[in-house]
């Protein structure tokens, strides 16, 4: 009996081997069916973890802008665009060796990540190898600042925690607000300090608190933002906390609005707050309906394409990082086109000086390699209808 | 008084969902001498199968296949990874129960694509929102600890005064001369891993009441915590367990409202290793004598 549930276990073990050595495999011959050359772009995004299913989302855009346009005119040869997709787990621990994996892999270009941190982390590697990246979601000055091959195409933590601070003060008319963050993420704490540096120069009070990775009760917090009479709870947090506040804000009988950052523009999180007493804001870089074009095409392939659909949240409303996924996948064709070679040295150089009219606006970098973008879109959940509704687009002031 | 209310309710509940969990790790370890590493992993699969079943099920199916399907669970562990190992080193088996943990983390992973599952539909009337003393919470909050009360008081019948809970009381006090005598010590065994495993799905049904979505490790930490709990209270004891948890759950609870939320966890793992370093055996540990 005992042997023979070793042999069995034995067996099973020796099957899944096999079976990721020939899902390896099979990719690397998928390559070239058309007879054109294939120029490979990576695609470094989180699939699992907390901000996995964001991840997923911006993958989804970088397909479907695949899907649309899948060859590219380099120095006047016609190439196929392959996806290199890897999972980087959200984690920089992780984040570190799938990068590694798409140096491997002789990619172009890499685009990603969603999250600050595991960019971050990605970034030492890109830069020790010379491969450009191209930041799609991810908002820390950090990303960019020390890496000279990180290029980016969503708007600045410094920008979109300014902008919030002067939208819960101008506009709400809130004096004290009670910031939370996730210990040790570099994301949320960089949102937390440029919201709480803007509101406190605006005359106001800030309350800031942090839970540890993995909290699933969120009521003490809640708790703590109405002993101090907190108008607004500012959570620049995951999905997945953001979900688990939106539920504890409800639970608690908050009053005033929760404040979300470019994260909590994701279906998640509306599904969440559907039909609950919540009131919440959120800044982002995309209104559905800004390009009607752009959402019929999408919603379509999402309609046709269950996986896709599974990807998405299981509908399918347009999330902002779908939607600079898109963008992403065309600046890089840009890039190459001007470059004139997949060489990545040579597509480094290229970047600088891409100029084009993307869905989320237009794209062009500064000096250091963001975007200029001086909008921020801000949306309030529609708790009835289950959607987001567009508030305003709010510029710096 | 109207204050720390909140906390106050809040910190019991924590606590009786810890004491459901930690009532599964002190009995097992009563009997076996053995911590069962993959019992957060049992808390976490039962919420996975009541987000699943609750979707595609009516209640009066779903919640009664989450008990079976944990308890089957924590049967098979025990005859699959853990009842081979009788004789072997209590280090062996030991090691066995992580990998039993990390294989049911894995296989989680692999079903659930590692996006944590959201709870599309929450159980009603518990989910629902009341307000007590001008503290509005779920009703889960308040029904919690009655249910966690209620369920140890069955269960401290059960080993008192029933045959079954005769044999465990003898198997855990002699696990050999227990088996000599007659008692069927595997059955014994399993019974254990039952009861561990129906309250670890009672209180998983109860905690993904409270919070909207099952992530693969959501066992971690409650399992982790619920352990500290049993060890807290001295482990091998159920009152200890139960008093443990609850003191855990409401210090921790307090002391995110006194503000120091970035300690709240600190704080837990601290009370560990202090009890462990003033009363090795917890607040109603068993007294180890010496059989010379």
Redesign the interface.
């Known amino acids: 009996m ?1 042997k023979l ?1 070793a042999a069995v276990l034995a067996l099973v073990m020796a099957l899944s081997l096999a079976a990721c050595g020939g899902k390896s495999d099979s990719q690397d011959a998928q390559s070239g069916d058309s007879g054109n050359k294939v120029v490979k772009i990576g695609v470094f995004e989180p ?4 901000n ?2 964001g991840g ?1 989302q911006e993958i989804l855009g970088m397909q479907y802008a695949n899907y649309v346009q899948p060859t590219v005119e380099i120095g006047g040869e016609t190439y196929d665009v392959k996806l290199e997709i890897v999972d980087n ?1 959200t984690t920089p621990e992780n984040g570190k060796s799938a990068a590694a994996e798409l140096v491997n892999r002789k990619v172009s270009m890499v685009l990603g990540s969603y999250g600050s941190g595991v960019s971050m982390a990605g970034g030492e590697v890109f830069q020790e190898a010379g491969l450009p990246a191209l930041g799609t979601s991810c908002t820390n000055p950090q990303v960019t600042a020390g890496c000279d091959v990180y290029f980016r195409l969503a708007f600045l933590d410094p920008f979109q925690g300014t902008v919030l601070a002067n939208y819960a003060y101008k506009e709400l008319g809130v004096t004290t607000a009670y910031v939370l963050g996730m ?1 040790g993420s570099d994301y949320d704490q960089g949102l937390v300090y440029y919201f709480t540096e803007a509101f406190e120069g605006l005359g106001g009070t800030v309350v800031a ?4 990775e ?4 969120f ?3 809640i ?2 933002a109405k ?1 101090a009479n907190a108008g607004v709870i500012f959570a620049p947090v995951s999905i ?1 906390y953001a ?2 506040i ?2 504890a804000a ?4 908050f009053e005033g609005a929760l404040l979300g950052s470019d994260t909590w523009d994701s279906n ?1 999180v509306i ?2 707050a559907t039909g609950k007493d919540v009131t919440s804001f959120v800044t982002t870089f995309y209104q559905e309906g800004g390009n009607p074009e752009f959402d019929a095409g999408i919603k379509e392939w999402i309609n046709a394409n269950p996986d896709a659909k599974t990807n998405n949240g299981g509908n399918d409303m347009v999330a902002a990082v779908t939607a600079i996924g898109y963008d992403a996948y065309f600046t890089a064709l840009e890039a190459l086109k001007i470059a004139g070679s997949t060489d990545p040295k040579a597509v480094l150089e290229a970047l600088p000086s891409v100029s084009f009219e993307g869905v989320t606006g237009l794209i062009e970098f500064d000096e250091i390699g963001d975007a200029k973008r001086d909008a921020a879109y801000i949306k309030t959940a529609n708790t009835e209808a289950g959607v987001w509704d567009f508030v305003k687009v709010q510029t710096v002031g | 008084m109207q204050q720390i209310l909140p906390y106050i309710i809040n910190g019991i509940s924590v606590g009786g969902q810890y004491a459901l969990i930690a009532i599964g790790y002190t009995l097992v370890y009563g009997i076996l001498r053995l911590i069962n590493f993959a019992h957060g992993d049992v808390f976490m699969v039962a919420g996975l199968v009541m987000v699943y079943a609750t979707t595609a099920l009516p209640f009066y199916v779903a919640l009664p296949l989450v008990l079976a399907a944990t308890v089957l669970l924590g049967f098979t562990i025990e005859r699959v990874a853990y009842k081979p190992l009788r004789t072997a080193p209590r280090m062996s088996v030991m090691i066995s129960a992580i990998g039993v943990s990390y294989l049911i983390q894995n296989l989680a992973f692999y079903i659930t694509g590692g996006v944590p599952q959201p709870v599309t539909r929450p159980i009603p009337w518990i989910s629902e929102n009341v307000i007590i003393l001008g503290a509005s919470t779920k009703r889960v909050t308040l029904v919690t600890p009655i249910l966690t009360i209620l369920l140890v008081v069955v269960l401290v019948y059960l080993i008192n005064h029933t045959k079954i809970g005769m044999a465990m009381r003898a198997a855990a006090k002699d696990f050999e001369t227990a088996q000599l005598m007659g008692i069927k010590i595997n059955a014994v065994i399993s019974m254990t891993f039952v009861i561990g495993s129906f309250l670890a799905a009672v209180g998983s049904m109860l905690y993904f009441t409270n919070y909207p979505s099952v992530a693969i490790t959501s066992g971690g930490m409650p399992g982790l915590k619920a352990f500290v709990a049993a060890v807290f209270g001295g482990i091998g004891s159920i009152p200890g367990a139960v008093v443990g948890a609850f003191i855990i759950g409401l210090c921790e609870e307090l002391i995110k409202g006194a503000g120091y939320t970035t300690f709240s966890d600190a704080f837990t793992f601290a009370i560990l290793i202090v009890v462990l370093c003033v009363k090795p055996t917890g607040l109603f540990g068993e007294k180890v004598t010496d059989k010379v």
């Open positions: 005992k549930m699939q699992t973890g907390d996995g299913a997923k787990r210990l608190e942090d839970f540890p993995g909290s699933a009760n009521v003490s917090y708790n703590n002993a997945n979900q688990l939106v539920e409800a639970a608690q009988g998640k599904e969440s």
